[in-house]
């Protein structure tokens, strides 16, 4: 079993840059995959990023350029660094750990708004 805290969301302008953090309550050197999703209303929930235990990284190409997935696996943390961030990427973003195919954690989530 796994817990998961996500910060650092927040209100910014567009072409703005935010880091999100994604604390995990053990070593997060042997998930399978650790990764960020997000959902924005109305909408489904969507990959954003991912990264392997072998440091493989896979990310959408809607932010591909602009977001980068990275870990401390010292600090047990997952990060999200985001730029130029647009009022489309306005979504609540989860952090999310797959310790198998069948078995999956999901953090609380943190509130990104992209506003003039």
């Known amino acids: 079993q796994v817990q998961l805290v996500e910060s650092g969301g927040g209100l910014v302008q567009p072409g703005g840059s935010l880091r999100l953090s994604c604390a995990a309550s053990r070593s997060i050197f042997s998930i399978k995959i650790m990764g960020w999703y997000r959902q924005a209303p109305g909408k489904e929930r969507e990959l954003v990023a991912t990264?392997?235990?072998?440091?493989?990284?896979n990310s959408a190409d809607s932010v591909k350029g602009r977001f980068t997935i990275s870990r401390d696996i010292a600090k047990n943390t997952v990060y999200l660094q985001m730029n130029n961030l647009k009022p489309e990427d306005k979504a609540v973003y989860y952090c999310?750990?797959?310790?198998?195919?069948?078995?999956?954690?999901w953090g609380q989530g943190t509130q990104v708004t992209v506003s003039s």
């Open positions: 990264i392997t235990t072998g440091g493989v990284k």
């Open positions: 999310n750990a797959q310790l198998t195919d069948s078995v999956t954690y």
